[in-house]
């Protein structure tokens, strides 16, 4: 049976790329979350004024990929470290969270955090946004895939494929061929 998490961790182009890659996965959706505004633009979203997180949400086979693994992989992705930013993207669109499903998932979650802030994994503390997952809204079709749609664009050729390549290293057992 399969299952949902949502993740924050800076642009949706991003992580959906990162994500998209994994065996296991069977759908990375970029869209917005934890806001106030229905149905918001990404042009709204950009605004910072909706309160809402670009986001992917991963739906994942856990007897091919387990919910760790998928923690793994978002936290070496990305700066869980830094409150609203990632790189030049600044603003609480872009802050790191992540949005459960059940109460199960929540635990396991709170588990992997308080381990990796113990044993001082990164030089400060986490400030992922921990949170039940509430309305997911997907993002326009054009954002959906963009990596693998707009391989050249200078934003997905600086910063995504850096995010997508250490992923590949770091993970290669979990990357599909």
Same mark, same amino acid.
């Given at each position: 049976?399969?299952?949902?998490? +949502?993740?924050g %961790?800076?642009?949706?182009?991003?992580?959906?790329?990162?994500?998209?890659?994994? !065996? %296991?996965?069977?759908? #990375?959706? $970029?869209?917005?979350?934890?806001?106030?505004?229905?149905?918001?633009? /990404?042009?709204?979203?950009?605004?910072?004024?909706? %309160?809402?997180?670009?986001?992917?949400?991963?739906?994942? =086979?856990?007897?091919?990929?387990?919910?760790?693994?998928? &923690? *793994?992989?978002?936290? #070496?992705?990305? =700066?869980?470290?830094? &409150?609203?930013?990632?790189?030049?993207?600044?603003?609480?669109? /872009?802050?790191? %969270?992540?949005? /459960?499903? $059940?109460?199960?998932?929540?635990? &396991?979650?709170? !588990?992997?955090?308080t *381990?990796? =802030?113990? +044993?001082?994994?990164?030089?400060?503390?986490?400030?992922?946004?921990? #949170?039940? #997952? $509430?309305?997911?809204?997907?993002a326009?079709?054009y954002?959906?895939? /963009?990596?693998?749609?707009?391989?050249?664009?200078?934003?997905?050729?600086?910063?995504?494929?850096?995010?997508?390549?250490?992923?590949? !290293?770091?993970? *290669? =057992?979990?990357? $599909?061929?």
């Amino acid at each position: 049976m399969n299952q949902t998490i +949502t993740l924050g %961790g800076g642009c949706f182009w991003c992580l959906e790329a990162v994500y998209r890659q994994l !065996k %296991g996965v069977k759908k #990375a959706v $970029s869209g917005y979350i934890a806001g106030h505004v229905l149905n918001p633009s /990404y042009k709204q979203v950009c605004t910072g004024t909706t %309160g809402h997180a670009e986001a992917v949400q991963v739906t994942f =086979d856990p007897d091919v990929i387990s919910l760790e693994d998928l &923690l *793994a992989v978002f936290f #070496a992705s990305h =700066d869980p470290t830094t &409150l609203n930013r990632q790189g030049n993207d600044i603003g609480t669109q /872009y802050r790191s %969270g992540i949005f /459960y499903h $059940s109460d199960e998932q929540r635990t &396991l979650i709170k !588990k992997v955090m308080t *381990a990796l =802030d113990d +044993t001082h994994y990164f030089s400060k503390p986490i400030v992922t946004e921990l #949170a039940p #997952a $509430s309305t997911f809204y997907a993002a326009e079709d054009y954002h959906q895939d /963009y990596y693998a749609n707009n391989p050249n664009q200078p934003y997905c050729m600086v910063v995504v494929t850096d995010k997508v390549n250490k992923v590949r !290293k770091l993970f *290669a =057992d979990k990357v $599909s061929a």
